[in-house]
């Protein structure tokens, strides 16, 4: 075979080397919507509505639940069928950071298999300001799975143009989700200092 023909077919390969490596180390498109557009819009901007439809004595609910695979599928209707990406997996529980006033939907995701997809999502809010009807200090945050098997935390907020924002944070120390929680505990206040004033809305 001539040379050139051999140098042609090399650079062929490598380029569909390079798009596939480039195609496998983004996101799905279909979980980025949900855990970076739809949830943390919703979060942010109705967090009344969400907070409540997550609400249970228990810390969990099956309507909870229910109401996070509507919203997958809701972030996911615009696209092809092909990209849709099952819900397996995706349910929450609540859990307390420092006190009780201050607690965290984690929302479990199912497993990523590429970097930027997340490992678990967390609605942190203060429950007392919730509970009395005052703002609850919502801050939306994820736990990504990285290039090279690390972890980083990320947040989601509202930008002075009113345009959602993504911040990323420090390394987290594990995928699981103590390590998770652990990583929350040192970026949210405690909200205790407000427990003599329940209608005061969260510093966090």
Known sequence: MPTIAKIV??????VILLRWFLLRSR??????????GLLPNLALSKSDAVLGALLSP????????SFLVNVWLEAGKDLPSSKHLPAAGLTYAMEVLHSPRTAVYVIHLPVPERPLESYFAAIVFDSVAFAVQEPAGVRYFTLERSVGGLAMIGESRFAASEELEHIDHDECSGTDKEAFLAS???????NTKLDESPGEPASA
């Open 9 to 14: 077919i090399a650079v062929a390969v490598v």
């Open 27 to 36: 996101p799905r498109l279909h979980r980025y919507l949900f855990e970076q």
């Open 58 to 65: 228990t810390g969990h609910s099956p309507a909870g639940d």
């Open 184 to 190: 929350l505990r040192t970026l949210v206040a405690d």
